[in-house]
């Protein structure tokens, strides 16, 4: 086999990374709303008057708030006249709290926390919206003391916390004055706590423009892996043996439910399910997120079954179990920690992935390399939505088109296998078609030279009767007739009663081998009388076995020309000899009938025991030649059971059709 090096690789899907990277090209310079540049908070205010604020441009929150370390705070406790709350320091919005120090020490992941903002408003700024998105895990957010946003409830402890995670959007009202902004946050259920996304202001209509444009572009991602779901679900069920397209169609639908109810998507399903509890959907798109794994990986196997481990199944099953144990039993802490090693797990699944896939494409496999493009493009985009999510980079979420991308690249490495079974069906099916013709070239070859054996045979027959007939039969006749003549002159002889003697011997001798004759070739038998063939040979039968053997033949044909009735002759004869050695028949009757349909059909009737009280049911040699008798002249034979007992043999031979007369019509 050829060595293939990575560079081989590369170059057999180049088109495909190409088509990988236009995409996160474009989804990188999607256009987004306009930001209307860097402005930080200090030392608790944030200063709009310094800024000019467009239509169409957004402002993120961020710089120095107020911090004040495990206390839920509300705007009670800020009202004039009251002591005021000792601050811990000022919080560089937006990040996690367990990377803030307080008293030389990083604060743990879970904990409680308010924030506290003074905006100034700028010339002619009389309203705002506000976005808070993805805090973890529940918050209350006030404005001049006015609850303006809430996701689930802020507790002190686990116990208390009710955790809800949510995008809200709401107005900030200035009226010509400074607004005071307090934020309550509780964690007890996540693994860190704070506000890890910006919290975003704009003028009236823009964010919820930018809302309405992100939930439309995950749903129109998530209607696209729905349909392929349903189109591999369809493949599956016209298919049942190739589980393959089976396990993608879950796939999908396993990434269409993480996807619209995790924070990837904003949480789109609450816009079309709004009475579904938040904590809900988020263990909902969680136990997709634990499942995807598996079904990938079935995937993968069922199409490559060397080269991919089976026992790695295992693990990825065993996760599932042990995800609805941490579930049904600690759905806190422990559960979030879990997921944080599933996502860390998947790096390491994809790494495994592309080296497999890249044998693949080594050993020439159908689809490879267009599979390793759509991982390549999930094992990227993974550690771009990884390292925005953690705050390192700053960059947009890309899990859906990179998946959206993935289904394209499975649906062309699946039309590549498909295209490449159809041509060797087609190749196959050209091949058969050839070999077909040339069996039946070949069966009718074999089926001529049988005929012409037989038709020598017949002939050969016709010879040796005839030899018989004008040669041993007449000398026999002749020695006879000699015979009785001297035994006749010498009638007063010794040796008169031994001549007599030898001529009866004689006479049984000329009647056998005129019987003998008769019976390789009756001297009726000719291509133009059927007939007086058949009925002599009832005849004879008859006499010899004293069995009431009937004969009727019914034609319309003046002048018979039919050349399958040498073989139709034979089957009778078969049929007939059969049936007065075994059926134990009293009677027997013979049709021969042909009513210028282009068929003549014989029948040989008996009421004798049946084949089965014979002891044959299945036939003997004797109905095993006559089935091939008939399968050379192409005619249908049938040995059946009678309905009152006895045996029924029906043999319905092709005849050619004459036109004999005006009445006659169409004749055999």
């Not at 506000?195 to 309405?212: C, D, F, N, S, Y």
């Not at 993480?258 to 990837?264: I, L, M």
């Not at 789109?268 to 499942?291: D, G, H, K, R």
């Not at 007939?469 to 009638?491: E, F, I």
Request: hydrophobic share 45%; aromatic share 10%; glycine share 8%.
């Amino acid at each position: 086999m050829k060595h293939i090096t990575p560079v081989h690789i590369f170059k057999s899907g180049r088109s495909i990374f190409v088509l990988l990277a236009v995409l996160l090209l474009f989804s990188a310079v999607c256009p987004q709303n306009g930001h209307a540049g860097k402005l930080l908070a200090e030392g608790g205010i944030f200063d709009l008057r310094q800024l000019r604020l467009s239509a169409g441009e957004t402002l993120s929150l961020d710089g120095e708030w107020e911090f004040y370390w495990d206390r839920l705070l509300t705007p009670a406790d800020f009202e004039e006249g009251k002591p005021q709350p000792e601050m811990d320091g000022y919080f560089p919005m937006h990040r996690s709290w367990t990377r803030f120090e307080l008293d030389g020490k990083k604060l743990g992941g879970t904990g409680q926390a308010s924030f506290r903002l003074r905006m100034m408003p700028g010339q002619d700024l009389e309203r705002l919206h506000i976005r808070l998105f993805d805090i973890h895990e529940a918050y209350r957010f006030w404005a001049d003391g006015k609850l303006i946003a809430q996701c689930g409830i802020p507790g002190s402890s686990a116990q208390e916390e009710f955790p809800g995670r949510s995008l809200e959007l709401a107005e900030i009202n200035f009226y010509g004055k400074p607004v005071e902004l307090i934020l309550q946050v509780s964690n007890y259920h996540f693994r860190t706590g704070g506000v890890p996304e910006p919290i975003m202001v704009a003028h009236p209509g823009t964010l919820e423009h930018k809302r309405a444009r992100d939930w439309g572009l995950a749903l129109f991602f998530a209607g696209c892996m729905l349909i392929m779901a349903i189109y591999h679900l369809v493949l599956y069920l016209f298919r049942k043996r190739d589980p393959a397209p089976l396990y993608f169609s879950i796939y999908c639908l396993l990434v269409v439910g993480y996807s619209v109810t995790s924070n990837t998507s904003q949480w789109v399903a609450s816009a079309i399910l709004p009475w579904w509890n938040p904590q809900v959907m988020e263990y909902f798109s969680l136990a997709c997120f634990v499942i995807w794994p598996s079904l990938l990986f079935r995937f993968l196997e069922t199409l490559y079954p060397e080269e991919f481990h089976h026992k790695l199944l295992y693990f990825l099953d065993g996760r599932i179990g042990v995800f609805f144990l941490l579930l049904i039993f600690v759905p806190g802490l422990p559960l979030y920690w879990f997921i944080a090693i599933c996502l860390l797990q998947i790096m390491i699944y994809s790494g495994y992935y592309l080296h497999r896939l890249a044998l693949c494409i080594k050993r020439g496999r159908k689809g490879a390399q267009f599979l390793i493009a759509g991982l390549a493009a999930q094992f990227m985009v993974g550690w771009n939505d990884a390292l925005t999510h953690t705050g390192i980079i700053k960059s947009i979420y890309l899990a859906e088109p990179a998946v959206c991308f993935f289904v394209l690249t499975q649906s062309l490495a699946m039309a590549q296998r498909f295209s490449a079974s159809f041509d060797s069906v087609e190749r196959l099916s050209k091949e058969l078609e050839i070999k077909n013709i040339s069996l039946h070239d070949e069966m009718n070859e074999r089926n001529r030279l049988e005929q012409k054996v037989v038709n020598i045979s017949e002939e050969e027959r016709r010879r040796i009767s005839h030899e018989l007939h004008d040669g041993l039969c007449q000398q026999l006749t002749g020695a006879r007739l000699r015979s009785s003549a001297l035994a006749h002159k010498h009638r007063d002889l010794e040796d008169a009663q031994a001549l007599r003697e030898l001529a009866d011997l004689l006479k049984e001798s000329t009647d056998d081998a005129y019987k003998t004759a008769r019976g390789l070739w009756p001297v009726e038998h000719g291509a133009s009388m059927p007939g007086p063939s058949l009925e002599t040979l009832v005849r004879d039968i008859r006499a010899a076995t004293g069995i009431d053997i009937v004969f009727s033949l019914k034609s319309h044909c003046v002048k018979c020309t039919n050349t399958n009735i040498t073989t139709l002759y034979r089957i009778a004869q078969e049929a007939l000899i059969n049936a007065a050695k075994h059926s134990g028949a009293a009677k027997i009757l013979v049709e021969l009938e042909s009513t210028g349909d282009g068929r003549v059909k014989l029948q040989v009737k008996d009421n004798g025991i049946g084949r089965s009280a014979a002891g044959s049911p299945d036939g003997g040699l004797g109905m095993s030649i006559m089935a091939h008798r008939a399968k050379l002249i192409n005619a249908d034979l049938r040995i059946e059971d009678g309905p009152q007992g006895g045996t029924i043999v029906t043999c319905v031979a092709p005849c050619s059709v004459l036109k004999i007369s005006n009445d006659v019509g169409n004749q055999l």
